[in-house]
């Protein structure tokens, strides 16, 4: 009886899912609340409609429309998080890519792409003009600043009627195009749909607490996953976004206090930073986003001293960004326990499926804290597949769930902690060593800002476990120091065979570049 004709959708009462109603609501409720800071500029939310009109209006002017894809290669700037809306509003699909990779890299992700055409700037881009980009796609430069007259300049003009979601037939229909990193091969386009955005977004606004008062600063950049899809969840929420040219420690401890800010995201690597030039807390509490590398009892103390609460969360680029979220626990534990608990992974995000840890045959492990699995995922907030890469997009949905190669435990509780990648676990001897494991003891020495353990060639182990570290300012550490820190702490197969010092090899989201660590430890080993 409930599929009789006349309970079927209609146009009444069924709406595409798309992020750019949650823009088009913001407009109509909160146009004049403040919407964008960058520098010294500030924008309303109806300037901000403005801006995402005149650049639609433009890039309909160069011939975009459905389906096109429009990459941009920029910094987290307004224009930015208005090609977030404006490209999309004209059925278009929106590339952001990495403003740390080489000309050749960029190269591949333009032709692959097929973009129609670029957005760039010359502090992201200063070699645009090489002859390696300069034969792929019409280039346009960005203003310096605005009224510059040096570039594209969306801030000022006649902002002509723009609907926002006329375009939106369908919510699979793909909104962004974004390229993973491509550690062990060329990247991969992963493809994001309109109704995926929309439900991370909401996802985001929920989980983190997000209101018209909320204040975040753009501390990731917004390349990676859409910003983890925080360009539309601030958005539906109305609040402001606090743009930031570029990650420095005091810069962002400046620009928490002159704003108000009330939430960032950032990787770990990051938060280290702040904690180690940080003199007084901001003037409101800070909500802080992370993922990566599981927070220590003194970073966890010293960031809660400074005024700010920490969320760990989990997730890959095929997952819109976050996945799960983690529960932190009894705020009055001792440390300790408190930093044992937040290095979990946590339960998963407001609005995605379920995430189960699974063996090699695809049954639930036991959620006895030490059973290892895979990390599998479901739900509508995975990507529709890879672009152009049929092969991949199956083997990555293999059995019905999509493998995150992450290795992880179930806690009794329900709650799963990542053990490793599965290309990170070091078997010496016979034996699993997981690097995360060393990294958390070796991120407990008072001097070290970062620690990455990688598996390296040996003739009588098959691979042993080697530590690089980075030392944080002022602070001098010997190999001896750290070999007599790992007896207290680590099982003798555990220990790192050898510890080099110097800065780590990190992406441009602060994620450190392991596969380089390991051709370094093979070239050192072989010389």
């Avoid at 929920?206 to 990676?224: N, Q």
């Avoid at 001896?480 to 007896?487: G, H, I, N, Q, V």
Wanted: overall charge negative.
């Amino acid at each position: 009886m409930f599929t009789d004709p006349h309970l079927a959708p209609r146009g009444a009462n069924f709406r595409a899912l798309t992020p750019l109603d949650l823009l088009a609501r913001t407009l109509e409720v909160h146009g004049p609340r403040p919407a964008v800071a960058w520098r010294d500029h500030h924008m309303a939310w109806d300037d901000f409609g403005a801006m995402v009109a005149r650049m639609a209006h433009w890039l309909r002017g160069r011939g975009v429309g459905p389906g096109d894809v429009v990459s941009v290669i920029l910094s987290n700037r307004p224009e930015m998080l208005a090609a977030h809306f404006a490209v999309p509003a004209l059925g278009a699909v929106l590339n952001t890519i990495n403003t740390r990779l080489d000309a050749g890299d960029v190269a591949y992700i333009l032709d692959h792409a097929g973009a129609r055409v670029l957005l760039a700037e010359t502090a992201t881009r200063p070699d645009i003009d090489s002859p390696i980009l300069g034969n792929h796609v019409p280039v346009e430069m960005l203003c310096t600043a605005p009224g510059a007259g040096d570039g594209l300049d969306f801030w000022t003009g006649a902002a002509p009627a723009l609907d926002l979601t006329a375009a939106v037939g369908d919510e699979n229909q793909a909104i962004s195009l974004n390229y993973t990193s491509g550690t062990t091969g060329r990247p991969k386009g992963v493809v994001y749909t309109h109704r995926g955005a929309y439900l991370n977004a909401v996802g985001n606004v929920l989980a983190l607490g997000l209101t018209a008062d909320s204040r975040y600063l753009w501390t990731l950049p917004l390349f990676h996953c859409n910003g983890w899809c925080q360009a539309w969840a601030v958005t539906a929420a109305g609040g402001m976004y606090v743009c930031l040219d570029r990650v420095e420690p005091r810069l962002i401890l400046d620009t928490l206090g002159r704003h108000a800010v009330t939430h960032m995201s950032c990787a770990p690597v990051v938060l280290y930073m702040l904690l180690d030039h940080a003199t007084e807390a901001p003037p409101v509490r800070v909500r802080v986003t992370t993922g990566g590398a599981a927070p220590t009892p003194a970073l966890l103390a010293g960031l809660s001293k400074l005024g700010f609460d920490l969320n760990h969360m989990y997730g890959l680029t095929e997952s819109y960004g976050p996945a799960t979220i983690n529960d932190p626990g009894d705020p009055g534990a001792d440390l300790d326990t408190r930093a044992a608990l937040m290095a979990r992974q946590g339960r998963r995000h407001v609005t995605a499926g379920r995430a189960r840890v699974v063996d090699d045959t695809g049954a639930e492990v036991p959620a006895d804290g030490r059973t290892m699995g895979e990390i599998v995922l479901e739900g509508n907030t995975l990507m529709a597949g890879y672009y152009r890469n049929p092969e991949a997009t199956e083997q990555a949905f293999r059995g019905g769930m999509f493998h995150s190669g992450d290795l992880a435990v179930v806690h009794p509780d329900g709650q799963i902690e990542i053990r490793d990648r599965a290309k990170d676990i070091i078997i010496s001897g016979g034996e699993n060593v997981s690097s995360l494991e060393v990294e958390t003891v070796l991120h407990r020495h008072p001097d070290i800002l970062l620690a990455a353990v990688v598996a390296a060639p040996d003739d009588k182990w098959g691979e042993t476990p080697w530590a690089f570290v980075e030392v944080k300012d002022g602070r001098t550490l010997s190999e001896a120091d750290l070999e007599a820190f790992c007896r207290d702490h680590l099982a003798g197969f555990k220990r790192p065979r050898r510890f080099v010092f110097g800065a780590l090899p990190r992406t441009a989201t602060g994620k450190i570049q392991k596969f380089v660590l390991r051709e370094t430890a093979r070239g050192m080993v072989s010389a």
